[in-house]
Nanobody, 126 residues
Framework: QVQLVESGGGSVQAGGSLRLSCVVS????????MGWFRQAPGKEREWVAG????????FYDGSVKGRFTISHDKAKKTLYLQMNSLKPEDTAKYYC???????????????????WGQGTQVTVSS
C-alpha cells in the first residue's frame, strides 16, 4: 500500500501563489507516474498535471500551463505543485495521485489503479 498526504492548500487572492506538497509513504512503490487532480463543487474531478518518474518529463492541462509547475523530489519522496498567478477558477480541492496499477497514460491523466490522497482545499478570491 501507498499512503499520500497533501498539504499546502489555503485561501489567497487572485494573482497569488501557493505550493502544494504530497508526501509518499508505505510498503509498496509507486510505478510510472504521479499527478495532481482537482475537483470543484458540482464538477467532475479533472487532471491538472503529471510527471513521469522515470524519464522526468512533465505535462500540464492547458488551463494551468505556464502558471503551475509540478516537480518530484525522489530523496524526500515528495511531489510538489507550485501554483502561480492563481485565478478564481482554480478554486477546488486538489488531490495527489500515484500510479499503482498495471498501466497509466504517460502524463498520468488516467490509469487502471491510482492511489489517492485525502485532498487539500485551494480557494482563490477575486
Amino acid at each position: 500500500q501507498v499512503q499520500l498526504v497533501e498539504s499546502g492548500g489555503g485561501s489567497v487572492q487572485a494573482g497569488g501563489s501557493l505550493r502544494l506538497s504530497c508526501v509518499v509513504s508505505g510498503s509498496t512503490y509507486v510505478k510510472s507516474c504521479m499527478g495532481w487532480f482537482r475537483q470543484a463543487p458540482g464538477k467532475e474531478r479533472e487532471w491538472v498535471a503529471g510527471v513521469n518518474l522515470g524519464a522526468g518529463p512533465t505535462f500540464y492541462d492547458g488551463s494551468v500551463k505556464g502558471r503551475f509547475t509540478i516537480s518530484h523530489d525522489k530523496a524526500k519522496k515528495t511531489l510538489y505543485l507550485q501554483m502561480n498567478s492563481l485565478k478564481p477558477e482554480d478554486t477546488a480541492k486538489y488531490y495527489c495521485a500515484a500510479d499503482g496499477g498495471e498501466w497509466a497514460i504517460f502524463d498520468c491523466s488516467r490509469g487502471d489503479s491510482f492511489y489517492w490522497g485525502q485532498g487539500t482545499q485551494v480557494t482563490v478570491s477575486s
